[in-house]
């Protein structure tokens, strides 16, 4: 039997093609009612049953995509990461804080990927932070050789006073004398880049070469191995044509002749922008010239904030304390003289007493509050406390670091005092 569509509207075409399909195939049924009625309800239960395939069928799609995206993050996760590199000093564990000091013989240091470095007698340092790459490591003073093992993306950078070493597979050695004031570089094999305030960009060393910088004499001198040559001098900025022009808000003279005296207000200098073209012995000598002790009673902020730093520079701490101190005690609300507390502390962390440099960065600490150097004075702080066997101050300073800079410079310096005071279970 076949339905009319015009007769009832609610079988539409497909329904009608089907129905007709099924009569020619099975024979008219009966012409009952009931039959038409039975075969539209199981028409239309075969339409839904379809919809609701279809249905399933994406749904599970979007389900397969969503578990192998779980999968594959999960297995991303599993992934390990590289292993922070370990050390070891004189085939011992390293000391908490990684400082040392070796008095009648050297000490090496062996990194768990090859890597080498034996600091001389007399010498001090540490290092500062470790990674999956390399180490950072200081030279507070004497003498390091480095062998440094080539891998992909290693990154070993070491310090000495101002002076950054950057390399990645190398051997060399290294010297820092703070009292001289001068920093030298033998290099065997390899090549680094070594940034100083002297050059006014990074010098780069190849095998063979020989590198001297004085701070007080402002000049950097590369020479090679083996021979008795002075080397040539490296250019700096101060040197440069770049640089002459503006440099002529300061002038020193070029002898140091009496003078007029001076007047009773102070002159600005310029000695900020002489500074910052690394000129920091025309400062110093123009400052002789006027007489250091006039200077920093007089000279303005900028003036005398650049002669502390020239000092600094050039390794004259006796001025450089009087300078910052100065600073201080003149332009007391300043955030140069909360700055100067700071780098009176660094200027006394060498001394063999570390009380004045601890003095000055706790008074740094209470001035500063939550400035950006707060970090770095109290690594600096629980360097010196553990350098001096004080324990347990050193512990509460590195547990007050890891909470305010669980991710700063000093962090694996203070995690590992923290859990070499951690009782054993």
Do not use: C
């Amino acid at each position: 039997m076949s339905v009319d569509p015009a007769d009832d509207p609610a079988v539409d075409p497909a329904a009608q093609r089907v129905a007709d399909f099924v009569s020619v195939e099975v024979g008219p049924p009966p012409p009952t009612p009931s039959r038409e009625n039975a075969f539209l309800r199981r028409l239309a239960r075969y339409r839904r049953t379809r919809r609701n395939r279809r249905r399933l069928t994406v749904g599970a799609a979007l389900a397969s995509v969503l578990v192998v995206g779980l999968v594959g993050s999960r297995f991303r996760e599993q992934v390990p990461a590289a292993p922070v590199l370990d050390y070891r000093v004189d085939n011992q564990d390293p000391p908490s804080g990684g400082y040392l000091a070796p008095q009648t013989a050297g000490s090496l240091l062996a990194f768990s990927d090859g890597s080498k470095v034996q600091m001389a007698a007399q010498a001090r340092g540490g290092v500062v932070e470790v990674s999956s790459r390399g180490a950072r490591l200081a030279l507070d003073a004497g003498q390091a050789t480095v062998e440094i093992v080539h891998r992909p993306r290693a990154q070993w950078i070491f310090e000495a006073g101002p002076f950054r070493v950057t390399v990645h597979g190398t051997s060399f050695t290294m010297a820092w004398n703070p009292v001289d004031a001068v920093f030298e570089v033998r290099l065997a094999s390899g090549a680094i880049s070594v940034a100083s305030p002297v050059a006014g960009q990074e010098i780069q060393m190849r095998a063979g070469q020989t590198l001297r910088v004085s701070l007080r004499d402002q000049s950097s001198t590369l020479g090679s191995l083996g021979t008795a040559s002075g080397g040539r001098e490296v250019p700096s900025p101060a040197n440069s044509t770049k640089n002459a022009a503006a440099s002529r808000s300061f002038e020193p003279p070029r002898t140091a002749p009496e003078g007029p005296a001076e007047p009773p207000r102070w002159s600005h200098r310029g000695w900020m922008s002489a500074l910052s073209q690394n000129r920091a012995r025309d400062v110093l000598a123009d400052a002789e010239r006027r007489g250091p002790t006039s200077v920093i009673e007089r000279a303005d902020s900028d003036d005398l904030w650049a002669l502390a730093n020239a000092a600094r520079y050039a390794g004259r701490q006796a001025l450089a304390d009087q300078a910052l101190n100065a600073h201080r005690r003149r332009f007391p609300s300043t955030d140069r003289s909360r700055e100067a507390a700071f780098l009176l502390g660094r200027l006394h962390d060498g001394d063999p007493d570390p009380a004045e440099a601890l003095r000055w960065y706790d008074r740094y600490l209470v001035d500063a509050h939550d400035g950006t150097g707060v970090a770095d004075a109290l690594g600096r702080k629980m360097t010196l406390l553990e350098r001096s066997n004080r324990h347990a101050e050193a512990l509460a300073v590195a547990q007050e670091y890891l909470r305010s800079a669980p991710r700063g410079t000093y962090a694996n310096a203070a995690r590992a005092l923290v859990r070499s005071s951690t009782p054993a279970p």
